[in-house]
């Protein structure tokens, strides 16, 4: 049984317009497994159908409608499905295609769109940009949760500055989810980190690197070697600048010598 995404947007919003499409399919045997309007103008469904010509037929039809206009009609990707759960379009940036943007508010839908993507096997480089205190770790770590992904933190200044140095047990293990902030595992002088921090690299799984612009700043990595960016925002305006950052890094690697410590291990 093949699965579609089929959207249009509405030409004229008259009443039973919605009916008669749903019972063309029914008529065609093509199954409606989800449907929600898509921001204000548009809606969008993901069908199901154990025929191809069923699809054909309805294409056919549908597309000589007069108060709809068919925008897309496809094989189902992740923006398709999440679309059709949250009501809107995550944002991608007009010029690099890999990167996404999110703002504080969509906390929710970003969380199911990283969950899919940890879902899938293999190697995947994941960075995530964002100010200090946006939700960048508290939605990686849900995300992993949804995907039933088990995370290892090689970095981290969630509780206090973490740098681990070696992996114990299972946690070497492909099918977890490594996470690191890039502007501490830039900043340690611990070769030890740095020598896991390149196994892990290596290795078939997925990784996801907080403030990827300061990793791979001296490093042999580059931002072309990341398969998605994701960008999170208070508001659609803010700036992500790496100078708070910084200085909160600094700050938290002052606080180790000042009797409080971090975890090193």
């Excluded at 000589?64 to 923006?79: A, S, Y």
């Excluded at 995300?143 to 509780?159: E, G, H, P, R, Y």
């Excluded at 070696?166 to 030890?192: C, H, K, Y």
Aim: hydrophobic share 40%; charged share 30%; net charge negative.
């Amino acid at each position: 049984m093949g699965e579609w995404y089929f959207e249009y947007e509405i030409q004229v919003n008259r009443p039973g317009l919605l009916g008669d499409i749903a019972s063309l399919l029914g008529m065609l045997r093509v199954n409606i497994v989800s449907i929600n309007g898509i921001d204000e103008d548009r809606r969008g469904m993901l069908l199901k159908a154990e025929k191809q010509e069923s699809i054909e037929r309805f294409m056919s039809i549908v597309s000589t409608m007069d108060n709809i206009h068919v925008t897309k009609f496809r094989e189902p990707k992740v923006r398709d499905r999440l679309a059709v759960m949250h009501g809107k379009y995550i944002t991608r940036d007009a010029d690099e295609k890999n990167t996404f943007r999110f703002v504080r508010d969509e906390l929710g839908i970003l969380v199911d769109f990283m969950a899919e993507l940890f879902k899938k096997e293999g190697n995947k480089l994941i960075g995530i940009r964002g100010m200090p205190r946006v939700g960048k770790t508290e939605s990686v770590v849900a995300a992993s949760v949804c995907a039933n992904k088990k995370w290892i933190f090689l970095s981290s200044t969630m509780i206090k500055q973490t740098v681990r140095n070696q992996l114990i047990g299972d946690e070497f293990n492909q099918n977890n989810l490594f996470i690191l902030d890039g502007a501490v595992t830039r900043r340690t002088t611990d070769e030890r980190h740095q020598q896991l921090v390149r196994e892990i690299m290596r290795l078939p799984a997925t990784k996801v690197v907080e403030h990827p612009d300061l990793f791979v700043q001296h490093s042999e990595y580059k931002l072309g070697d990341f398969d998605y960016i994701i960008e999170l925002r208070h508001h659609p305006d803010e700036v992500i600048t790496y100078e708070i950052i910084e200085k909160n890094e600094m700050m938290s690697q002052n606080d180790q010598f000042g009797g409080f410590g971090g975890f090193n291990f």
